[in-house]
Nanobody, 117 residues
Framework: QVQVVESGGGLVQAGGSLRLSCVAS??????????MGWYRQAPGKQRELVAV???????NYADSVLGRFTFSRDNAKNAGFLEMNNLKIEDTAVYYC?????????WGQGTQVTVSS
């Protein structure tokens, strides 16, 4: 089964850093040809877009993470990465990876990021 899988979440103090990974598995999904996105959902809130990476590698970020988060892709590893720096308590959420292209839309199961004071 083709899917994307996130990893790298955890517990970190405010001001710290984490690096999330999103890898494709179970098929011939080549992430370099897909629009990739990182979303997050905090308790009691709607899922929101954090960052998106187009197939040409151009990133865009939500205002809330601009300057702190960096979205990149390693085509050789068939993976995407979200580098999160200067984390804030309000960044606490489950983070989801998404890969979409045409009629194909893949979501991961999510990875928990918890930022403590």
């Amino acid at each position: 089964q083709v899917q994307v899988v996130e990893s790298g979440g955890g517990l970190v103090q405010a001001g710290g850093s984490l690096r999330l990974s999103c890898v494709a598995s179970g098929g011939i999904l080549r992430l370099q040809y897909y629009i990739m996105g990182w979303y997050r959902q905090a308790p009691g809130k709607q899922r929101e877009l954090v960052a998106v990476l187009s197939s040409d590698g151009s990133p865009n970020y939500a205002d809330s993470v601009l300057g702190r988060f960096t979205f990149s892709r390693d085509n050789a590893k068939n993976a995407g990465f979200l580098e999160m720096n200067n984390l804030k308590i309000e960044d606490t959420a489950v983070y989801y990876c998404r890969a979409s292209r045409g009629g194909r839309d893949y979501w991961g199961q999510g990875t928990q990021v918890t930022v403590s004071s």
